[in-house]
């Protein structure tokens, strides 16, 4: 059984004032989804004070991103062993915003990716295609390619703890989510690419779904077969829709 994670992925958003407010939002609803895991990802600045505020509460947090180097002259970026620091049990690698406004090739992706684990890190490794690129029919060729480049690094036995989160860019931030029958769609695709090389892990992966994800649609998108939860940017920002969201997948 593959437990259902709800991940929020804040982005750059929220001031010390706001998120004490939002964390305990969260944490007072928290032991009614306690089916499903919790899980924030501050901005790198925030991770300290969400560590003091979350510590022996059962929702675990992450950063947004990770430099693919361990330490160095690489100035403005933030190394793996440093969120080991700040309790950190994920961090997202190869966010569509990464992606498309940072320069983060597949490569750079799975190196990042790589960086995670080898500090211990569960890596959450973002996927999805453009509208263009679905609309051209290419959705499975870009999103096989941007697993590959994983697969080819880190081999499939790096998955055993890792999750891969499916988010059409198209989606996200939009309001438009995908329908529920297409994200299932591409959620199988993917565990199906896994299963190839190992069946039996690719059954015990976790796929979530990302974009425009809220307690409105939540329910249908978290009953899908291969759907084991969600990544959620704007309703996250609001405890009440984050835990609508958490209730859906229990
Ligand atoms: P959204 O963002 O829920 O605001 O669409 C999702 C994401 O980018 O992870």
Same mark, same amino acid.
């Given at each position: 059984? *593959? $437990? @259902?994670?709800?991940?929020?992925?804040? @982005?750059?958003? #929220?001031?010390?004032?706001?998120? $004490?407010?939002?964390?305990? =939002?969260?944490?007072? #609803?928290?032991?009614?989804?306690?089916?499903?895991?919790?899980a924030v990802f501050p901005p790198f600045v925030y991770l300290d004070r969400v560590a003091q505020q979350l510590e022996g509460s059962s929702i675990v947090w992450g950063a947004q991103n990770l430099s693919e180097h361990a330490s160095g002259a690489y100035t403005g970026e933030v190394a793996g062993p440093m969120l080991n620091d700040? =309790?950190?049990? +994920?961090?997202?690698? =190869? /966010?569509?915003?990464? *992606?498309?406004? +940072? =320069?983060e090739s597949d490569q750079i992706v799975a190196r990042k990716f790589a960086a995670a684990r080898k500090v211990g890190l569960k890596p959450v490794l973002c996927v999805g295609e453009t509208l263009e690129e679905r609309e051209q029919g290419i959705t499975e060729a870009v999103v096989g390619r941007q697993l590959q480049a994983v697969l080819d690094l880190e081999g499939i036995s790096s998955f055993a703890d890792a999750v891969i989160a499916y988010e059409p860019v198209w989606a996200i931030g939009?309001? *438009?989510?995908?329908?529920?029958?297409?994200?299932?769609?591409? /959620?199988?695709?993917? *565990?199906?690419?896994?299963?190839?090389?190992?069946p039996v892990l690719a059954s015990q992966v976790r796929i979530l779904y990302g974009g425009s994800v809220k307690g409105s649609n939540a329910g249908e998108l978290l009953a899908m077969a291969d759907i084991d939860g969600g990544l959620v940017g704007g309703a996250s920002l609001d405890a009440k829709e984050f835990l609508a969201i958490a209730k859906a997948g229990c």
């Open positions: 059984m *593959r $437990r @259902k994670l709800v991940a929020g992925n804040w @982005k750059m958003n #929220g001031s010390a004032g706001s998120i $004490r407010e939002l964390l305990q =939002g969260i944490l007072a #609803g928290a032991s009614e989804v306690s089916a499903v895991e919790l700040f =309790g950190c049990a +994920y961090v997202l690698v =190869g /966010h569509s915003e990464r *992606r498309t406004l +940072y =320069g939009t309001g *438009r989510t995908a329908t529920s029958a297409q994200a299932q769609e591409v /959620h199988a695709f993917i *565990r199906a690419q896994l299963a190839a090389q190992d």
